[in-house]
């Protein structure tokens, strides 16, 4: 699904990662300060998270049923989808073992919960990375360095002087 010419998934999934994992920044600057502020502030971006989350989950089935089937692309996005649940299934969980604690004040087992769906977090956008980045989901057909501006309404495949392949060349080490 795209707006204005790009995915909206990709857009949405910025706010609840960048949420839920400083909403554990959060609680490690509770842990070293004892200032509760910290675990008020982590328990509101979990909140948050988890709600952006869910709305990016949205768009990214909607993403995934256009994926032809019995490809790698399908079976990757699938497994991204299925962590990015758990991602939220786990900080919904932290949450609720927070939420009538005074000042929200962090278990242990919070805490822990909160770490292990920060670690399925990088997986899942290593998943994610691997569907744009290597498989181009989400990459219009026939990109390159030269490309008209998505707005324009013309192609990515329109040719322009000097175009360059989409995948400029590196060297590995």
Known sequence: MKFMGHAVHPMLIVFPLGLLAAS????????????PEFAIVSFWMISAGIIGGLLA?????IDWWGIRANTRA?????????????????????????????GYTPSTSAITLSCVAVGCAL?????????????GVGVDTGAHLN?????????????????????PRTHSL
């Open 147 to 167: 490309a008209p501006n998505s707005l324009s309404g013309r192609p990515a495949s329109e040719h322009a002087q000097g175009a360059e392949p989409a995948v």
């Open 74 to 102: 399908k079976a990757i996005g699938l497994w991204h989808g299925i962590v990015n649940v758990i991602v939220v299934l786990l900080f919904i969980g932290s949450w609720i073992l927070r939420q009538d604690v005074p």
């Open 24 to 35: 554990l920044g959060f609680d490690a600057a509770y842990l070293s300060t004892d200032n």
């Open 57 to 61: 989950a949205i768009f990214g089935a």
């Open 123 to 135: 997986i899942s956008g290593w998943l994610g990375g691997e569907l744009v980045e290597r498989l």
